[in-house]
């Protein structure tokens, strides 16, 4: 019998789930309609929820997750939103200032067949809508992320936080492009 993933050392997890990256999958945008649908009935009025993430950007490689990022409105409870995740089998992974995480699709066995990353935020706190317009528009850019993303999941397998780390700088270079190329688009 499996041990039980709240059980697990950050180690052990890095091992069941490492860092792997797959062709670009289209399934991905369904899997996001599909679960966006679930989420309009979880979450307050007015929430935005959008794809994000490398499966939301066109013909590149990714981990076998999909990402979302849901903004609510100001004022929303985030203890209400958490609640009603909770319910619906996410499980809260980190809580920052205004911040929320959550998983789903986790198993003792590793991954479901739709793992899902949820990003729950106040709207406004958006970064990651114009890193992935700015890749979806300049195909050269979004092409030498997603070389950077193969050479760092051989070097970062059993190490996600590293991973993700060491994409920082090249994220934060392009975010900030877009910003300033897209202004107030968001």
Known sequence: MSKPLAEMSLEELWRLFPVELAEYDGRHVLRFSRERERLVGLLPANSRISHIGSTAIKG???????????????????????????????????????????????????????????????????????????????????EEYAALKTELAVRYRYDRDGYTAAKGDFVKKYTETAKRKYGKRY
């Open 60 to 142: 590149i490689a990714a981990k076998p997750i999909t990402d979302m990022l849901a903004e609510l409105p100001r004022g929303a409870s985030f203890e209400d939103a958490r609640a009603a995740l909770e319910s619906a089998g996410y499980v809260c992974m980190s809580v920052s200032e205004g911040r929320l995480s959550f998983n789903k699709g986790y198993t003792p066995e590793g991954y479901a067949e739709e793992v899902f990353h949820l990003h729950l935020r106040y709207y406004g706190d958006n970064d990651e809508l114009f890193f992935r317009d700015y890749l979806n528009e300049f195909a050269a850019v979004a």
